[in-house]
């Protein structure tokens, strides 16, 4: 095969490939869809390293049992130091 051949088969190929995503894009397959979805995490995964927690940031509750021991939220600063 001719180099000026192999070079059109490539561009046809690259164009030709280029409009069938674009199209399925657009289509909105679910099978498509499903496997966007179900790859989502895997991928992050993959790009991100392990995010180390910081330990200054702290996850509070506020239930109604907090609310009856402490009172109405806003609560004061002094339960910060609470662990």
């Keep these: 095969m001719s180099p000026k051949k192999a070079k059109h088969i490539t ?19 679910g099978f498509i869809e499903s496997f966007e979805a179900r790859t989502y995490d895997m991928r992050l995964k993959s790009l991100r390293h392990s995010i180390v927690p910081n330990k200054d940031i702290a996850i509070i509750a ?22």
């Excluded at 409009?19 to 397959?29: K, P, R, T």
């Excluded at 049992?65 to 609470?82: H, I, Q, T």
Aim: hydrophobic content about 50%; cysteine-free.
């Design 11 to 29: 561009i046809f190929l690259g164009i030709t490939v280029t409009f069938l995503v674009v199209g399925l894009y657009y289509m909105q397959i």
């Design 62 to 83: 506020i239930d109604d049992k907090s609310v009856a021991e402490l009172g109405r939220f806003p609560w004061s600063r002094k339960f910060g130091s609470v662990k």
